[in-house]
């Protein structure tokens, strides 16, 4: 069993910068690959980063690529998000969440075993 809190969200500017971390419960974090998912207000949740079990291999959705950065550090038990160069569209709950079968990570979210409860960002044009 993994529990995951996020924190770090807020209101920022556009053009400007966030850093969200996940912090996770249990010896075995280091087991599990690690993502990101956002939802907007009427939409459905979408993909943002996944990093693999080890750091080794990230993944980013198109929209983010250049600008977001997903960072594991297992001796934290935390994943952390930085968002750079954000827009308003990034506007959205994140979440974190966690895959123990697919260690090199994934852009689906059906994969994932655990989340958090999400943590609001609002980019204000």
Same mark, same amino acid.
């Given at each position: 069993?993994? !529990?995951?809190?996020?924190s770090g969200g807020g209101l $920022?500017?556009?053009?400007?910068?966030?850093?969200?971390?996940?912090?996770?419960?249990?010896?075995?974090?280091?087991?599990?690959?690690?993502?990101?998912?956002?939802?907007?207000?009427?939409?459905?949740?979408?993909?943002?980063?996944?990093?693999?079990?080890?750091?080794?291999?990230?993944?980013?959705?198109?929209?983010?690529?250049?600008?977001?950065?997903?960072?594991?550090?297992?001796?934290?038990?935390? $994943?952390?998000?930085?968002?750079?160069?954000?827009?308003?569209?990034?506007?959205? $709950?994140?979440?974190?969440?966690?895959?123990?079968?697919?260690?090199?990570?994934?852009?689906?979210?059906?994969?994932?075993?655990?989340?958090? !409860?999400?943590?609001? $960002?609002?980019?204000?044009?």
């Amino acid at each position: 069993q993994v !529990q995951l809190v996020e924190s770090g969200g807020g209101l $920022v500017q556009a053009g400007g910068s966030l850093r969200l971390s996940c912090a996770a419960s249990g010896r075995t974090f280091s087991s599990y690959a690690m993502g990101w998912f956002r939802q907007a207000p009427g939409k459905e949740r979408e993909f943002v980063a996944a990093i693999s079990w080890k750091g080794g291999r990230t993944y980013y959705a198109d929209s983010v690529k250049g600008r977001f950065t997903i960072s594991r550090d297992n001796a934290k038990n935390t $994943v952390y998000l930085q968002m750079n160069r954000v827009k308003p569209e990034d506007t959205a $709950v994140y979440y974190c969440a966690a895959t123990a079968a697919y260690r090199s990570g994934s852009d689906y979210a059906g994969e994932y075993d655990y989340w958090g !409860q999400g943590t609001q $960002v609002t980019v204000s044009s």
